[in-house]
C-alpha cells in the first residue's frame, strides 16, 4: 500500500473517532464524532437547547451496526457506558460557541462537575450529589439521610482533591462560606412522588441543604 496513503486514511479515521480504550478520568468528543470508552461505540449526535438548557443527544453501541442506546443528557447526569466497574460518568460541560452550524463538544468525567456559588446572597442552596465552589475549596454534597428523628447533611471539603473537612451538618449548624457566616435552614432528603401513572418513570428529586446568612455571631468565651 502506498505510505501516504495509508497516512491520510488513518488521518481520515482520526478527524471522525476519537479512540479511548482506557478507562479516562477526562474525555471530550466533539459533536458528531464518537469514541471507544469501556468496549463500547460512544456518539455525541447533536446538541440542542430546551428550556433555557443545553442538552447533548448520546449513543452508546456495543459495536457497530448495534441498536444504541441513546438519550438526552444535561450537565451534572450519569451516563453509564457499560455495567463494568469504573465505567459510569458525569457529563461535566456542554459547550458549543459561534454559529448555529458550529460543532460543540461534551466532557465526560469520572467527577461530577462543579458549579460555582455566589457566597454574597442571603440564602444558599446546595444539592444532593453536587460540587460548589466556595473560594479555592470545593464542597461536595455527598449524602443527605435521615438519622434517628433528624435528616443530616454529609459533606466534604477539599482544596485540589486535598480533603480538608468532613462535615455532618443538621438544622441550626453554623458554618463559614468565604468570608460569611451561614445557618443550615433546610435539610431535605430526596422527595418522592406518588405513582398516578404506571407507565411513567417518576424521578425523585435530589436532596437539599439550604444555608441562610446570619447578620451576627459572637463567640462564646
Known sequence: MNIRKYLFQVILFCNFTL??????SNIVIAEGSEAIICGHIVIIDALWFYDGTIKADISILEKQNSKPITGGYKKGDEITISSEPGCTYYVYSIIKSGGLKSKGEVMLSKSPPVSSIDV????????????????KYDWYVESIRNEGRK???????????????????????????????????????????????????????PGKIEFKAVTEYLPEK
Not at 479512540?19 to 479516562?24: A, K
Not at 468565604?178 to 412522588?193: A, N, P, T, W
Request: glycine share 4%; proline share 3%; hydrophobic share 40%.
Open 19 to 24: 479512540v479511548i480504550f482506557s478507562q479516562d
Open 151 to 205: 435528616t443530616i447533611a454529609n459533606i466534604t471539603i477539599t482544596e485540589n482533591t486535598a480533603l480538608i473537612e468532613n462535615l455532618v451538618l443538621s438544622i441550626g449548624d453554623l458554618v463559614w462560606l468565604g468570608d460569611k457566616l451561614y445557618k443550615v435552614e433546610v435539610i431535605q432528603d430526596r422527595s418522592k412522588f406518588i405513582k398516578t401513572d404506571p407507565e411513567k418513570i417518576y424521578e425523585p428529586l
Open 120 to 135: 454574597k446572597k442571603d440564602i444558599i442552596t446546595q444539592e444532593e450529589h453536587s460540587s460548589y465552589e466556595i473560594g
